[in-house]
């Protein structure tokens, strides 16, 4: 029987008065708070597992609000993400229900309030991958770190290699927005690794680093790793990762 592995933690950082990312595995969401310690969970993959993180849009109100709705939303639909059209059609409906909860074309308190989303659905013979905006999913194999989802940014500028700008998220804006999900099949077999990250990992680890941590490390400990490695280069955003292992017995 296969399974998934997941091992994941949500953390503000050093630099954020709070946490606005959340995350779902599987049933179990964490909704803007925090871990101190990776938690795993181990999943049969009878039916889709889907895992993914939202990371509330900062200079804006309500991401934690935002992202939470986003991840609770995901989490409800999970089981029933057997294709590429329902993973559209949920985060179609999340961006909708993002706006709504915004105020609509009313608007008020937590106008413009938005949140980008990264997350896989794991089913027995393959990967969904999916994004909107700049969280990412990496795959973590023997031949190096390979990205799978596509960010939602500019094109960077010469010598620099973040950027805090999203031209595509949940929500976000005063008026109404359609958004396109980044959906992508990818084959998966026992022994494939996962990460599924906001920018708070990325943006102050290189590749070669969090690499680096994949290759040594295996779950939780793979997770807490990147997190410790997160926080000793500043820790400037909140951290949300879920490290993902596919395994056979």
């Known amino acids: ?55 509330g849009l900062g200079g804006h109100p309500g991401g934690n609000v935002a992202s939470s709705l986003v991840v609770r939303r995901i989490a409800a639909a999970g089981p029933r993400l057997n294709g590429e059209d329902e993973i559209h059609d949920v985060l179609d409906a999340c961006n909708r229900a993002v706006y709504e909860a915004a105020g609509g074309d009313e608007g008020g308190e937590l106008a413009t309030m938005g949140t980008t989303v990264a997350g896989v659905v794991v089913r027995h013979d393959a990967l969904l991958v999916f994004n909107i905006g700049d969280s990412r999913v990496h795959a973590a194999s023997p031949e190096g770190l390979r990205r799978l989802s596509v960010d939602d940014s500019p094109p960077l500028e010469p010598g620099r290699r973040t950027t805090s700008i999203v031209t595509q998220c949940l929500g976000g804006s005063p008026g109404y927005r359609a958004v396109r ?10 022994g494939d690794r996962f990460l599924v990250c906001t920018d708070g990992v990325t943006d102050p680890l290189t590749d070669d680093v969090i690499e680096g941590v994949l290759r040594e490390h295996d779950d939780g400990r793979a997770a807490f790793e990147l997190w410790k490695a997160a926080m000793e280069a500043g820790g400037p955003d909140n951290i949300t990762l879920a490290v993902l292992r596919v395994g056979e017995e």
Not at 21 to 50: I, M
Not at 181 to 190: Q, S
């Open 1 to 55: 029987m296969r399974y998934v592995a997941v091992s994941a933690l949500s953390h503000p950082g050093l630099l954020r008065t709070r946490n606005e990312d959340s995350l779902v595995v599987g049933p179990w969401t964490l909704c803007a708070t925090v871990t101190d310690s990776p938690q795993t969970l181990v999943f049969p993959l009878e039916s889709p597992v889907v895992v993914a993180v939202a990371d």
């Open 181 to 190: 999900a980044h959906v992508t099949p990818v084959p998966v077999a026992p």
